[in-house]
């Protein structure tokens, strides 16, 4: 296996040591059966037999997962390992002349297992390939956001934000329920998973409503800062934020109409 793009400094002499591994472990087992050729392949999974394992001895495999190239396998690389296994999709295909020499998936288990040196050499193998995949991923993955001010805890009837103070940070209610004023008058629920006080932090005005505990509460606490980066790094966030603004104002408008209709006698 090499990863495509920017490589750690360890990965070099781990991919070379990885790719000795196959012919350690095979070592003393027969082939099942003939090289397989395949000139070009645009999904190689279909064509393996599940019940076998292949060597690359010629030709180069790109993995694509969700269609993006993320790494390929060269010769000596182990290919089949996936086959037979409910896994996230992965797709293996080859622009060049491909050689694969197949061996017996339960015979090279079998091998395997009756041979400690043989077990460790394996589990180097799995691990090594893993700890080549966290490392891509982490350089792939936004920096995580972490809130600074981390979790508070409210009583009933405490603030959990004042109107009219600085919009420093906004907040997630974790367990429990609130309500939001406006100069005294209650203007809407806050719900658990319901993030609020992010209008202000927007607008960079003061804060236009005061929050209160109905029961206790568990509150996270993101400083404005970090929760705007994660905005930009999680589209989720935002999709959530936009409906619960939603349906807050879908709320006020429906009070606002009740207030605008004539009296019934």
């Known amino acids: 296996m090499y990863l495509l793009g920017e490589q ?7 991919i070379n040591r990885l790719q000795s591994i196959p012919t350690q472990l095979l070592e003393g ?20 037999p599940g019940n076998q394992l292949f060597v690359i001895e010629n030709g180069l495999l790109h993995a694509l997962v969700d269609e993006r190239p993320l ?3 060269q010769e000596g690389d182990l290919v089949g390992l996936r086959q037979g296994i409910d896994l996230p999709s992965c797709r293996y295909s080859s622009d060049e002349l491909l050689s ?27 691990i090594g390939h893993t700890a080549l995949l966290s490392d891509a991923l982490a350089r792939l993955k936004q920096p995580e956001i972490r809130p600074a001010t981390g979790f508070q805890h409210f009583a009933a009837g ?25 100069d005294g008058h209650k203007v809407g629920d806050v719900q658990k998973d319901e993030i609020f006080g992010a209008m202000a932090v927007f607008t960079r ?21 970090q929760f705007l980066s994660l905005m930009q ?28 209709l004539p009296a019934t006698a």
């Open 8 to 14: 750690p400094a360890y990965a070099d002499q781990l």
């Open 71 to 73: 790494f390929y396998l």
């Open 100 to 126: 694969l020499i197949p061996y017996s998936r339960s015979e090279v288990f079998k091998h395997i297992y009756v041979s400690e040196q043989r077990q460790e050499l394996f589990i180097q193998y799995l």
């Open 29 to 48: 087992l027969a082939p099942c059966g003939a090289a397989l050729q395949l000139e070009r392949v645009e999904d190689l999974a279909p064509v393996l």
């Open 158 to 182: 405490e603030e959990l934000i004042h109107q009219g103070d600085t919009a420093d940070h906004v907040f997630i209610i974790i367990e429990g329920h609130a309500t939001a004023y406006v």
């Open 205 to 225: 005005e003061k804060r236009n409503a005061t929050v209160l505990a109905n029961e206790p509460c568990t509150v996270m606490v993101i400083p404005k800062e």
């Open 233 to 260: 790094s999680n589209p989720r966030i935002a999709h959530s934020l936009i409906e619960n603004m939603a349906r807050r104002i879908d709320l006020l408008n429906k009070e606002v109409t009740q207030l605008r």
